[in-house]
């Protein structure tokens, strides 16, 4: 689903079938993280999304300078308090695909063993 505005009250409505979660960042902007993280926040607070769902971040446009590293983002992020559920961070560049394959193939793995 889209990250924009009017769709994020749509987001719960699929949280009960959920078998995965593909979080994507525009890692360049630094501005709108904050909103990013609260999104993130809100989601992995609501009852309805299942606790062991896998979440794969695709840090988008990582090609521009500005760009925040993967470690920098799980910083922002916090992923290191995320512990009951499996998560990866994948460089990536929505317009040359680079990283897509990592950041599925990742995903195909962990919703495999499930």
């Given amino acids: 689903m889209s990250g924009a505005g009017r769709y994020r009250l749509l987001w719960e409505q699929y949280y009960l079938e959920t078998q995965a979660v593909i979080f994507v960042v525009d890692s360049a902007d630094r501005l709108r993280l904050v ?46 308090e995320i512990r009951e559920r499996p998560w990866q961070i994948v460089p990536s560049n929505a317009l040359t695909g680079e990283g897509l394959d990592r950041g599925m193939d990742w995903l195909a793995e962990k919703l495999l063993r499930k």
């Fill in 35 to 80: 909103v990013a993280k609260d999104e993130l926040d809100n989601m992995l607070a609501n009852q309805q999304l299942g606790r062991r769902v896998p979440l794969l971040f695709l840090a988008n446009k990582m090609d521009l300078p500005s760009a925040l590293t993967p470690v920098e983002l799980a910083q922002a992020f916090h992923l290191e």
